[in-house]
Nanobody, 125 residues
């Protein structure tokens, strides 16, 4: 059974950085397309970034381009989300997810097979 555990969240001032990590157990991270999602209080969950299985094709929505970078750490069997230039609107619970289907990561939460419990990111102004 694949399990995902996120870490690295916290409280940071606007303009600061955080590095989120999602540790994968019960499987090899490169075998899965991986995605990061977030959900702010009172808002719908949204796709933040994703990386394909086997080859590192990345999908980023416009609101994170130039600020957030997803990468895979095969040595740690983890996927990392480096977040720079954080803004108060980035405050949310951040989740990672793993997709068993090979290829590009789904933009939809329902396209994934495994999900972590989330890590809170709070950005103060």
């Amino acid at each position: 059974q694949v399990q995902l555990v996120e870490s690295g969240g916290g409280l940071v001032q606007a303009g600061g950085s955080l590095r989120l990590s999602c540790a994968v157990s019960g499987g090899t991270v490169s075998d899965y397309a991986m995605g990061w999602f977030r959900q702010a209080t009172g808002k719908e969950r949204e796709f933040v970034s994703g990386i394909s299985s086997h080859v590192d094709a990345i999908i980023d929505p416009d609101f994170v381009k130039g600020r957030f970078t997803i990468s895979r750490d095969n040595g740690q069997n983890a996927v990392v989300l480096q977040m720079n230039a954080l803004q108060p609107e980035d405050t949310a619970l951040y989740y990672c997810a793993a997709q068993s289907r090979r290829g590009l990561p789904s933009l939809e939460w329902s396209g994934y097979d495994y999900w972590g419990q989330g890590t809170q990111v709070s950005v103060s102004s």
